[in-house]
């Protein structure tokens, strides 16, 4: 199977420019992507791009990750409904940093057949002359062509409408492709379904400044089962960066993958063969309560985001918590799986806290009355044991580590209560 064959099995392929399967088959070829610096980090969505040069480059394809450190000072409008806020030189750079961190997790950047390139668009972009700029490039692009695409037709229909500097965004990203064709013999462009219109816009300008042949592939822009967007949760955005997102955080994202999204999933974002996948599927039909294809998901992509250790500590704190066993978790693995639940600190009594008064103190509760009401219903459990006496008293040595106690108030209401000792 060629590269080709690989993205059409995993579902990769939204659309193509006519001949690409044959130029894939025939030759090996210069292909690149461009990220967006909006952020210091990257997140799941872009994945999907990110995993589809590491696929070209394991084919023998040499791969460029393009970062948009000059066209990021403008903006893709591509499906935005209102102009992004526009960033400062120094934050576009701290970006930049970023996600070359990143990048490096994924792509070769030392092997001595086909290494891939990051390259920031920045380096010419930024040095452009605006009357050159539209002698050279803007003469080759009809007005009419660009208010044909769809992106600056959403935006034009809008009640903000679309800015000049929006508007220039398709010119700067065909610059880029041509940029890239003359130095490094680029021919693919490859992107998601919204960057269509860009990347025809950059072969024309290829095809009508230097007579030559560019092509272009686009993957399918990623939505739930459910019709949701990608990528999103409660939190925010799931980022590729473990200090903006956990890696705990990260393996659940995959672990509660809707069943009807999880064997997708697996062709989009692992690097597990078909036959692989296809005995997870079978394993999922069979026995759908085990949820084989979100764990081998869910491992597979936090390894490959986070390395091995960030895996085994989110597995270990996942099997913990699933089991029950809170008991047997040290304290920072609680920490860990229950970061951002409401968390208070008691002093240390040697003698323990009447339950009553704890929960009272520490804010689990609002009163005593709501206290007692609540054991007597058997709705707070401590360390995963329900409490049915209200003249219970907890000591320090029944404590986790001695430290903390894990309340639970109702069926989900987490707390944390920390003992200061000293």
């Given at each position: 199977m060629d ?8 579902g990769?392929?939204?659309d193509e ?12 070829v ?6 967006d610096?909006?952020a210091?980090?990257l ?9 589809a040069l590491?696929?070209f480059?394991r084919?023998?394809?040499?791969p460029?990750?393009l ?7 403008i903006?893709d ?6 102009e ?18 990143q990048?490096?997790?994924f ?6 057949a086909?290494?891939a390139?990051?390259i920031?668009n920045a ?6 002359g605006?009357?050159?700029?539209m002698?050279?490039v ?7 062509a660009?208010?044909?695409k ?9 009640e903000?409408?679309?800015?000049y ?16 064709y003359?130095?490094f013999?680029c ?18 300008l ?16 990623i939505?739930?089962a459910?019709?949701?967007?990608f ?18 955080d990260?393996?659940?994202f995959w672990?509660?993958?809707?069943d ?5 999933y697996?062709k989009?974002?692992t ?5 692989r996948i ?10 759908p ?23 085994r500590?989110a597995e270990?704190?996942?099997e913990?918590l699933?089991?029950?066993?809170i008991?047997?978790?040290s ?5 860990l799986?229950?970061?951002n639940v409401?968390?208070?600190?008691t ?6 806290w009447?339950?009553v ?21 058997g709705g707070?459990?401590?360390n ?29 209401d987490n707390?944390?209560i ?5």
């Amino acid at each position: 199977m060629d590269v080709y064959g690989e993205f059409a099995w995993r579902g990769l392929i939204y659309d193509e420019t006519e001949a690409v399967r044959d130029l894939l088959a025939r030759e090996k070829v210069t292909v690149y992507i461009g990220f967006d610096p909006t952020a210091a980090s990257l997140h799941v969505g872009s994945l999907l791009p990110i995993l589809a040069l590491a696929r070209f480059q394991r084919f023998g394809h040499a791969p460029i990750a393009l970062v948009g450190g000059g066209t990021g000072l403008i903006g893709d409008p591509s499906g935005k409904t209102a102009e992004r806020q526009l960033l400062t030189m120094e934050r576009v750079e701290a970006n930049v940093e970023g996600i070359r961190q990143q990048l490096a997790r994924f792509l070769d950047f030392e092997r001595t057949a086909a290494p891939a390139r990051l390259i920031n668009n920045a380096e010419w972009l930024t040095k452009l002359g605006a009357i050159d700029f539209m002698r050279d490039v803007g003469k080759h692009f009809s007005v009419n062509a660009l208010l044909a695409k769809e992106s600056v037709k959403r935006r034009i229909d809008s009640e903000e409408g679309i800015s000049y500097t929006e508007f220039s965004y398709a010119l700067l990203q065909a610059y880029d492709y041509l940029v890239l064709y003359d130095r490094f013999k680029c021919t693919l462009q490859l992107g998601g379904s919204d960057q269509w219109g860009n990347i025809t816009a950059g072969m024309d300008l290829i095809r009508r400044v230097r007579g030559g042949k560019a092509y272009g592939l686009v993957v399918p822009l990623i939505t739930t089962a459910s019709g949701t967007k990608f990528g999103k949760t409660e939190a925010g955005a799931v980022w590729l960066d473990a200090q903006l997102t956990r890696p705990y955080d990260f393996y659940q994202f995959w672990i509660n993958t809707d069943d009807r999204d999880a064997v997708r999933y697996l062709k989009f974002f692992t690097f597990l063969p078909a036959e692989r996948i296809v005995e997870l599927e079978a394993a999922g039909a069979r026995e759908p309560e085990k949820r084989h294809a979100q764990r081998e998901l869910a491992r597979e992509v936090t390894r490959l985001v986070h390395g091995d250790e960030a895996l085994r500590e989110a597995e270990a704190a996942t099997e913990k918590l699933f089991a029950g066993s809170i008991r047997e978790m040290s304290v920072p693995e609680l920490l860990l799986v229950f970061p951002n639940v409401p968390s208070s600190t008691t002093a240390y009594v040697p003698e323990g806290w009447p339950i009553v008064d704890l929960l009272t103190s520490t804010g689990v509760t609002s009163s005593k009355s709501e206290a007692t009401r609540l054991i007597r219903g058997g709705g707070i459990y401590v360390n995963d044991e329900r409490v049915s006496d209200e003249r219970l008293r907890l000591t320090p040595d029944e404590a986790i580590d001695g430290q903390l106690f894990v309340v639970r108030k109702g069926k989900k209401d987490n707390f944390l209560i920390r003992i200061l000792r000293g």
